[in-house]
């Protein structure tokens, strides 16, 4: 399954990284690698979890990671 990663840049200058197919699974950093790891890892916490209660996880064989965002910056 593949997970889009939607980096922007707030105001402050801070940058968020989100994943829209896991609902609350967003992170901040001072960069957009920063953010965009610290997403990944929660990413992976949240299914993780969802695996160990024995949750659905329909369509998961594997996983990816892309980024979308004002950066353009591929991340895999």
């Known amino acids: 399954m593949d997970f889009i990663l939607d980096i ?3 105001d ?3 940058w968020i990284a989100e994943i829209a197919d896991l609902p ?3 992170a901040y950093g001072t960069t957009p ?3 965009s790891a610290r997403a990944k890892a929660l990413a992976l916490r949240v299914l ?4 160990e209660e024995e949750e659905s996880l ?3 064989n594997s996983i990816a ?4 965002g004002n950066e ?5």
């Open 33 to 35: 690698a920063q953010a």
């Open 72 to 76: 353009h910056m591929a991340v895999r």
């Open 24 to 26: 609350g699974v967003m």
């Open 65 to 68: 990671f892309s980024a979308r």
């Open 58 to 60: 329909p369509g998961i």
């Open 48 to 51: 993780a979890e969802r695996m």
């Open 8 to 10: 922007e840049q707030e």
């Open 12 to 14: 402050d200058g801070r």
